[in-house]
Structure formats: C-alpha cells, structure tokens
C-alpha cells in the first residue's frame, strides 16, 4: 500500500501557503522554491523568531542584572536551548535548594536574590499543568541562547522592559 504524502509551499517564514496533491512521484521546482517536511512546519509553527540576537547574553541588561544578583553568573549554563528554563542536561529541573548549591550560597541568599530576579522580569516561575511541576524561566532578553524561541516563552516575557529595549516595536 503506497501512502500518500502532502506537499506544501510555503513563505520564507515557514507559513504554509498551499497543500499540493502530488502527481506521482515528482513535484515541479521553482527557482526560491523552498522544500519543507511536515515536521519542520510543525517546528515553525511553536516558535518565534526574535529580532535581537545574541548568544548567551544581552550585554546591556547582563551588566545591570549581574551587578545585583551574582547568581545569575552560575545559572547562566543551565539556561535551556529555545526555552529558557533552568535545567540539568538531563533535562531535569534545577529547583531552590539546587540553586543554592551551585551558586554556592546559602538558600536564604539564593531565594532573596531568585524573588529580586522575579522582580525585576529576569525570572519568572511557571506551572506546568500538562506534567503537573513548576520550573523557572529565564528572560530571552537578558539571557540566551540563538534567535528562535519557543511561543510560549516569547509569551511569557513579551512585556517585559528587557524585550522593549531588544525589539522595535
């Protein structure tokens, strides 16, 4: 049983403009034609591209924000690739008593610096409810990694005063 495939065309972006029905076994090509699979439509689709990019940091909010709260210097490397959550490699979450741990400072210290960082729109804690756990999530404007992010995260802090400064509105 041969299994049918849909085509799509689509813009620069990834927005699908067109499903095609194949005839046969080929598709004509035109010069700027671009050749997407299903999956990396569905990839396009949960995220968003930033204009500002940057790899690790945004020097200019990195520089106020390190100057008051140091622990951010040892989170930096467990900032999640596109969406900014602070987690192990192994994908596990880095909760308080962790944080104080590899900042190396007592867990007062990390959690009067962690609510300053909520404060001043550099963290946010969200709740999951699909899988039922709360995690934090570093603002893409101060800290990360590449220029596509995840919806969700671009979401979270898209008001942020970090993002304002980043973005042309």
Not at 48 to 72: D, G, L, M, R
Not at 110 to 116: F, L, M
């Amino acid at each position: 049983m041969k299994v049918q495939k849909e085509l799509y065309i689509t813009d620069e972006y990834g927005t699908v403009l067109d499903t095609i029905e194949p005839t046969e076994n080929f598709v004509k090509i035109n010069d700027g034609d671009r050749i997407l699979r299903k999956g990396t439509i569905e990839y396009l689709k949960e995220t968003t591209e930033i204009k500002y990019h940057f790899i690790k940091v945004n020097p200019v909010a990195y520089s106020q924000i390190s100057t008051k709260y140091p622990i951010i210097n040892h989170l930096i490397q467990y900032v999640g690739y596109m969406d900014g959550v602070l987690s192990y490699k192994n994908g596990k979450f880095i909760k308080l008593k962790d944080i104080s741990t590899i900042c190396n400072v007592s867990e007062s210290t990390a959690k009067r610096q962690i609510k300053g960082l909520m404060q001043d729109d550099v963290i946010h804690k969200v709740k999951d409810e699909k899988i039922h756990q709360t995690y934090l999530m570093i603002n893409p404007w101060v800290v990360y990694i590449g220029k596509r992010i995840y919806t969700s995260l671009y979401d979270e802090f898209k008001m942020s005063k970090w993002c304002e400064e980043c973005e042309e509105v």
